[in-house]
């Protein structure tokens, strides 16, 4: 009958289907979303839904979430990829895993980079002396001991930048000062400002942080030297002080400064952490939960990805307290290494390539962990349709918001790729980035009572995921 | 028969005006705030503040506020007591206003402090490593070279500190975790913390920030020793890094920290500036705007309180390209050394003790110079009464409320509580604890809009003060 059910419902999808233009609203109310008995399978779901929100919103769970993770985040702090802290937070999570009767764990290794920073400075001479604050960026090579002294170039965009000759270029700093419109938009300046910089002929590369809103706040960030390219120095400084360089260079006034940096990079070995609630009809099958455990040196990894790592840890510790077990495995991954380049996400899709169609669907937060509107799914539209129709059921909590998005998360980003469909938890997080990468990044940021609906939201999730007759298609 | 209007209103005001319990709205609209015919006067300046706005707002003034104040600020940064640069931005701001060919100037000499920090750096030992940024506060002695290695007592407030047996706080560190209210209520842990703790036997003492929102930033500012007590090293810490040890010391956590500070505190010689635009009718008689020139020595006193001392030094220029001369004078003070004791205006206050009966009122903005509300208005409900008929005026701005204040100000309290009436300008600066005292208070914060309308409000408010028949009743 289930099977019936099933084969029905794809059936269905298959023919139902087209392309939407709707992005956001009343996502599974369009006729092309027509999913037939489907719907009416996913609507019996009400009643789990509702004792999981009671269960750990109101209920013995109240507040763990943000509990937990205050211990955590107050006992390690900064757990950058590569440091021996890290590994004790991840050995920390399994214990914690297992005192809550939880076995079923795996963990698997692989190399990731430990990039140190060292001493960071930067000093402008002219026209005045001012301490600039920085924070180097991921990756990037020391200035020589005595510091690296040259004018600053401002530029707004790589455009600008290509305008002017090589040769008033060479020998320079670049400060790329692009004003904030969205993250994916303006990171570029960060993840490639460098080589851009260094082709040319430019000694070092600042930019401007990445974020909408500053108190002095320099945010680190990954960035991509070129093994073509000379790499250089690089840096982030406050949108304070990029706005301040941009106002001397816009008078004409020389700026000069001087930048020391000094940092180590090395190989290590790290883990990531796979925890299997096992399904009871199709234990092969795997719904994915997940968050990663590194973090960037500087704050304290609380929301980026504290909150995530919490929430996709509590979804099966949610499930074995009430004694719930879907069909397919809930598989909860706690990804290493994810701020120097996703490379715990490549080294599972490596590892997993053979078994990659058993993966059902694949889940992140690495976004916030700020009130549960919904979820952005990437995959095929009948997939979002399924998606859409499971997130009518969080409606009490104001969570049932669909987001296309063609690549969502991070890591996983590195899987949907592949064509597996996933979706990132789409939360409340119009301040993320005030914090993100910056010292800001602390316990202060995350609410027990938001922690408390995204833990719910997410287990809800991805209990009905698992437990539906119907794969989500691909 | 500008004295008989004027006599007549002062016996109406006398005769008529009540306590008033309402401190916001409508105050003008109340019958004990009848005043008599110098409503009608004052409704006769209808025009001039529509010149005014229109000049600044959208005339030849647009932006200057802002522009000039960039200048300043991008040329000086932070200003503090004491140093060569508040000194050269002195001599700067009297050559700004000779170029406006206003040279009724005076600068009066008086002996400030000149606290300098030096290397600052608290290290969290137990339970594990961390370091924790601080900023000295405001005449902090030293510790001695290795700096103060010592357990952490968190407190909330003076009344838990006293419940402590003084053997268990001697030889520890107090930290003071007081949640932000308003800045009046929790600024005593900051200006009374060390001596308190110092009282106990503590041998140094922290306080959580001062403030309501932070990106890990911390908030500097004065304290008092008091000369009969040890004087102990003091600092303030974010608030996230309060948070932090506050919940570790409730698991029972022992905290220990390192703090080593370093500072050094001499005696200089700073200047009032004192500009003047002579009244026609009575130029013995002043209406004074003013703000402070001096800054922390951290940010850039953009905000604190270089929008304050900018919007008070276009009052006489804007009046003066506008050829309006007011029967008093107008006098644009630039107070000294505000931030380590109001120092600037003792020194006036004494200097000029004997022909304080001349002040007719006395204005002040440091409390930011976001969109104008208004006036916070300290003196007799008389002089309320009229202050509130000006405010009418502003309504198109949204400029009109009057807030009722015993000592609005900073500077300016000194001469308010010997009687003379003032006001601060009351602002939409919700945000301002965000960045006072902090690294983040730069030319961010401003907006050349919001310097428009206050310069413009400001303008006209001591324009119409000046000029009108009534003196403000004290």
Redesign the interface.
């Known amino acids: 009958m289930l099977v019936l059910i099933k084969l029905c419902s794809i059936l269905i999808l298959l023919i139902g289907v087209q392309s939407n233009p709707d992005r956001r609203k009343n996502y599974s109310q369009l006729k092309s979303c027509d999913i037939g008995p489907l719907a009416e399978e996913i609507a019996s779901y009400e009643s789990v839904v509702k004792n999981i929100i009671n269960y750990v919103v109101n209920g013995p769970f109240k507040g763990k979430t943000y509990d937990e993770l ?2 955590f985040v ?4 900064a757990r950058p990829s590569g440091s021996q802290i890290l590994e004790d937070s991840i050995d920390y999570m399994i214990q914690l895993t297992k005192d809550e009767d939880i076995n079923d764990i795996v963990t698997e290794e692989l190399e990731v980079p430990h990039w140190m920073r060292g001493k960071e400075e930067i000093t402008m001479i002219e ?2 002396i ?1 301490n600039i ?1 920085l924070l180097g960026l991921g990756q990037s090579v020391s200035t020589p001991s005595e510091g690296i002294t040259a004018e600053v170039i401002v530029v707004n965009n790589f455009e600008e930048l290509a305008e002017i000759p090589n040769e008033v270029v060479e020998g320079k700093i670049v400060l790329y000062d692009p004003i904030f419109t969205t993250y994916r938009e303006t990171v570029v300046y960060r993840s490639q400002g460098a080589v851009r910089a260094a082709e040319k002929g430019a000694v070092a590369s600042l930019v401007r942080s990445i974020a909408p809103f ?4 320099p945010h680190t960030g990954s960035q991509n030297y070129n093994n073509n390219v000379k790499k250089i120095p690089t840096a982030a400084i406050s ?2 002080d990029a ?2 360089m941009r ?2 260079f816009n ?1 004409g006034q020389k700026i000069i400064l001087n930048i020391t940096m000094t940092s180590t990079s090395e190989t290590k070995t790290s883990r990531n952490t796979l925890i299997d609630l096992k399904g009871t009809l199709n234990p092969e099958k795997l719904v994915i939960v997940s968050g990663h455990i590194d973090s960037w040196d500087v ?1 304290q990894g609380a929301m980026d990805d504290g909150g995530g790592l919490f929430v996709s840890w509590a979804v099966p510790v949610i499930l074995k307290q009430l004694n719930m077990k879907p069909k397919r495995t809930i598989r909860s991954i706690f990804w290493t290494a994810e701020e120097l380049g996703l490379i715990g996400a490549y080294a599972y899709e490596e590892k997993h390539r053979n078994e990659s169609h058993n993966i059902n669907f694949i889940m992140e937060s690495d976004e916030g962990t700020f009130a549960p509107r919904g979820l952005a799914v990437g995959g095929s539209q009948k997939a979002r349709c399924i998606i859409a129709e499971i997130l009518k059921l969080f409606e009490s909590i104001n969570a049932s918001t669909l987001v296309e998005e063609d690549s969502p998360g991070s890591d996983i980003s590195v899987l949907i790729k592949t064509g597996i469909p996933g979706a990132s938890l789409h939360n409340a997080n119009e301040k993320y980035f ?2 993100h990468h ?3 990044d ?3 940021v995350e609410s027990p009572e938001e922690l408390d609906l995204c833990a719910a939201f997410w287990t809800a999730v991805a209990y009905i995921i698992a437990d539906i007759s119907a794969d989500i298609p691909r």
């Open positions: 205050s211990k107050d006992t390690f702090g026209p005045r001012k604050d500053s108190i002095n706040s949108i304070e706005d301040l106002r001397l008078r704050g005030w914090f910056t010292e800001g602390t316990m202060n």
